[in-house]
DNA sequence: TTATTTGCAAAGTCTTTGCAAGCAG
DNA sequence: CTGCTTGCAAAGACTTTGCAAATAA
């Protein structure tokens, strides 16, 4: 039920490994993350920044969200709304089953488990020899608020 | 086999059907889609006019594109790249079971056909009471070329 | 004729980069 | 110490917009 999610413990590990340094900075910007959860942009991290009176600068955020994302600890979306948005990765390789369903009317964008992809991409891998190693799926419709209330 | 995709002939009628105006500009530029098919962003069409001595701007590139989307003759496709791209929209609403494979090391785009998502968008509706209009899937990987081509 | 459309250049948005100063290991 | 990082401002990539001239219906 509780999906595994990287965090803070995480990170000092796989930032050495690859000899990158642990700082504040990407501290402070994964705690959002852990804390908040939620799929942000460099723009929503940046306000939760300045909200908590941090002088971390823009450029040090998009910088911090591509390591992270390179690491593996974050996972970068794209909603279609002009902006990058990432989400905290299951550290559980088996629990990538995870998709979003967007609503076109209020453009909510709701989590759902679902694992009927592994036969879908068996038969991709049979039928075309592409080895698949990531997936993005997206559902774009109306959610059950919206339906109930008015057109 | 073969589906049908939409052409010249549905423009005039879907411009008109909404109060726009048929244009050679926008003519010229569906006719790329027919004649050449394939994923391409608004700076790719703006090569093919320039190819072809046309004079048309890259402004009008834009918002032909986004007014074709509209009308459901094109479809817009990101493969995050940093650019929208377009393809020709399927006539037929059932011919929707058509998937991008994007491979990782070559950037190929490869068209895959597949049926077994509406199970999926069965168990959603379903379980969530989302109704879906419309998905986007993409997986990455690597394809048959570059997996027998060295590592 | 008249509202839509075009082309151009300017402006906008999101993101990346150069560089000197700062800091983790 | 030494090389990775940061913050700032400038630059970059893609896309949108304002406006006067052109044009489809």
């Known amino acids: 039920m509780s999906e595994k999610l990287f965090g803070l413990g995480d990170l000092r590990?796989?930032?050495?490994e690859r000899g990158y340094k642990m700082t504040p900075q990407r501290k402070e910007i994964l705690k959002i993350f852990v804390e908040k959860g939620g799929h942000m942009s460099?723009?929503?991290v940046y306000s939760v920044l300045r909200?908590?009176?941090s002088e971390i600068g823009l450029a040090t955020v998009y910088r911090a969200l591509d390591l992270l994302s390179e690491l593996g600890i974050l996972v970068r979306l794209d909603f279609g709304d002009g902006c990058a948005?990432?989400?905290?990765n299951t550290a559980d390789p088996?629990?990538?089953?995870h998709h979003h369903l967007i609503c076109l009317k209020c453009k909510k964008v709701i989590e759902f488990e679902e694992d009927l992809l592994d036969e879908l991409e068996a038969n991709i891998a049979k039928k075309s020899g592409f080895q698949?190693?990531?997936h993005e799926v997206k559902f774009f419709g109306y959610c059950s608020d919206c339906r109930t209330k008015g057109d």
Chains 1, 2 share one sequence.
């Open 13 to 16: 590990e796989k930032l050495s």
């Open 85 to 88: 948005r990432y989400e905290l």
């Open 132 to 134: 698949i190693v990531n």
């Open 51 to 53: 909200e908590n009176d």
């Open 42 to 44: 460099a723009e929503d």
């Open 94 to 97: 088996k629990l990538h089953h």
